[in-house]
Nanobody, 127 residues
Framework: QGDLVESGGGSVQAGGSLRLSCVHS????????MGWFRQAPGKEREGVAR????????VYADSVKGRFTISKDNAKNTLLLQMNNLKPEDTAMYFC????????????????????WGQGTQVTVSS
């Protein structure tokens, strides 16, 4: 297994909910940033939500604000993404990502700013 392992994807109808989990091998303060990205066929990978380990303040893409919630269970080394009111446009492969770069005191939204990735979990939302 890798350092980040996602689970929880699946198929739901529009308006439904899913919860993604990412179990990671990080000890306390290994990861400066953790986040969720998604990639639909033919599209670039985009940031969905991210959280900085120091202040644990979440940041969301505009497209998911009010519907998705990112959180961390540090006791279980798990990053979570609760997705409610899912829409067909949320259909994508979802990836857990983490960064070990502590030089910045904030988390970036670009995929290249993260150096550890999970294998992805598919989310399909039907109308």
């Amino acid at each position: 297994q890798g350092d980040l392992v996602e689970s929880g994807g699946g198929s739901v109808q529009a308006g439904g909910s899913l919860r993604l989990s990412c179990v990671h091998s990080g000890y306390t303060y290994r990861w400066s940033c953790m986040g969720w990205f998604r990639q639909a066929p033919g599209k670039e990978r985009e940031g969905v939500a991210r959280i900085y380990s120091d202040d644990e303040i979440p940041v969301y893409a505009d497209s998911v604000k009010g519907r998705f919630t990112i959180s961390k269970d540090n006791a279980k080394n798990t990053l979570l993404l609760q997705m409610n009111n899912l829409k067909p446009e949320d259909t994508a492969m979802y990836f857990c990502a983490a960064s070990t770069d502590w030089r910045k005191q904030w988390c970036g939204s670009r995929a290249e700013e993260y150096n550890y990735w999970g294998q992805g979990t598919q989310v399909t939302v039907s109308s």
